[in-house]
């Protein structure tokens, strides 16, 4: 029985070497060098469509109409430019007469914030003249005795 142990604790220490050699030769092994693609061929290049020519927007059309259609666009177009002249004059008065209006309010605020700091130091002067009289006249008598 004992050689039998013996026996099997040798043999297993000979297969533990023997699978480490084997793991220790196949990490030692160079991998391949990967294989070349082989080359692709040139794609052909996409070719632009031939654009079509524009149709003319308004076809038939002499040249004494297009004249005429032009110039009504061109009233037309200064019709609106002139009435935005107008707004923004209008507009530049508004601006102006806010303006002025902000201005007045400011200068009451400022009003407002001096009489407010005079109504307050009036009374704190009171406050200090009543604290005195209670101190004076109330509590000092009351202390004496």
Not at 41 to 51: L, S, V
Not at 54 to 62: H, R, S, V
């Amino acid at each position: 029985m004992k050689i039998g142990i013996i026996f099997s604790l040798a043999v297993l220490l000979f297969s533990i070497n023997f699978i480490q050699f084997a793991i220790a030769f196949e990490t030692e092994q160079e991998p391949n060098p990967p294989k070349i693609p082989e080359p692709t061929p040139e794609p052909e290049p996409i070719r632009m469509p031939e654009p079509e020519p524009t149709p003319e927007p308004f076809p038939g059309e002499t040249e004494s109409e297009k004249i005429q259609r032009l110039s009504a666009e061109n009233d037309k177009l200064k019709q609106k430019n002139n009435n935005l002249q107008d707004q923004i004059s209008i507009l530049n008065n508004d601006k102006s007469v806010l303006q002025n209006k902000i201005l007045e309010l400011n200068d009451k605020i400022e009003s407002l914030k001096e009489v407010i700091m005079e109504q307050v130091r009036i009374i704190s002067d009171l406050a200090n003249s009543l604290k005195g009289i209670l101190f004076e006249k109330i509590l000092s008598p009351i202390m004496n005795f």
